[in-house]
């Protein structure tokens, strides 16, 4: 191992799923967020998605985001991200992001290691031994955050439900030439917007988190796609093994969320699923 040690801050070390909407969606209705009528159809058709997921042992599937943001001086500006993402349960993750920053994230159910290729530097912590727990150490610990992680968790139909105020069925779309339901739901301080394919697979294809605690009202928007429920893996993926010259350096601890909006999705307690 180097004996020099650098830092990262939380901004740089920070890693999302994510890129761009693809697709024109129907506008949703002016009543969003102004009424406390829970359709009981967007529900059913939510625990159809949720128990999709977690029924799953092992799968891959491409993450596009983008990341809304302002900027120090007050204009609109977004992140695009775009992420490759394989998860053997209970606690096996691997994201290969290329891009700006050329990342991978590593997740062996003992430790989480983040690598930039391009600087050849890796940071590691040990990590709790379920997806739920490194989950939330990472953003809550070194603000690595996760925007579409919430989807992930066994539980997280009752996370998605937890103090629900409104839900609808906006109607049907397509994105990305897949017949998609488009769900509206809102919970104190977030809206969220979910599109799930019709059919037997009702897989998530699009993801949007508002977030209503501020007035700018930002959003993390998801797109997934390529699905693969029998993925070839085995758990030495999901360990990082330092490259030749690799320099060991040291999260910062996180003082607070990298992603408020994020972190209000995923805790059980709190605005968002």
């Not at 939380?10 to 890129?19: D, E, G, H």
């Not at 490759?84 to 159910?109: H, S």
């Not at 997806?131 to 968790?153: F, K, N, Q, T």
């Not at 605690?213 to 030495?236: E, F, G, H, Q, R």
Request: aromatic share 8%; with cysteine; glycine share 4%.
């Amino acid at each position: 191992m180097n004996a020099t040690k650098r830092s990262w801050t939380a901004s740089r070390i920070l890693l999302v799923f994510a890129m761009a909407v693809l697709s024109a969606t129907t506008v949703i209705p002016r009543a969003w967020g102004k009424t406390s009528a829970v359709d009981p159809e967007a529900v059913r058709i939510l625990k159809r998605m949720t128990d999709q997921l977690a029924a799953q042992q092992k799968f891959s599937v491409r993450l596009q985001v983008v990341i809304e943001d302002v900027d120090a001086s007050g204009h609109r500006v977004d992140s695009d991200v775009s992420n490759n993402v394989t998860i053997k349960r209970p606690n096996k993750l691997v994201v290969k992001r290329e891009g700006a920053m050329n990342q991978r994230f590593y997740y062996d159910g003992k430790s989480i290691t983040l690598y930039n290729s391009r600087e050849n530097v890796y940071a590691t912590k040990p990590a709790p031994a379920t997806l739920e727990g490194m989950i939330a150490l990472a953003r809550e610990s070194v603000g690595i955050v996760l925007p579409a992680a919430d989807l992930v968790y066994r539980n997280a139909f009752s996370l998605f439900t937890k103090d629900l105020t409104f839900a609808s069925v906006v109607g049907k779309t397509v994105i990305n030439g897949v017949e998609c339901y488009h769900l509206a739901f809102s919970r104190p301080g977030v809206d969220f917007q979910i599109w799930v394919a019709a059919g037997d697979k009702p897989w998530p294809v699009k993801y949007v988190v508002t977030d209503t605690d501020t007035p700018s009202k930002l959003s993390i928007s998801t797109i997934m796609s390529d699905w693969d429920t029998n993925p070839a893996v085995d758990d030495a993926q999901f360990t990082f093994v330092p490259p030749k010259g690799a320099t060991q350096i040291e999260f910062i601890e996180s003082t607070e969320s990298a992603s408020t909006q994020s972190a209000k999705l995923v805790k059980p307690t709190g605005g968002r699923p």
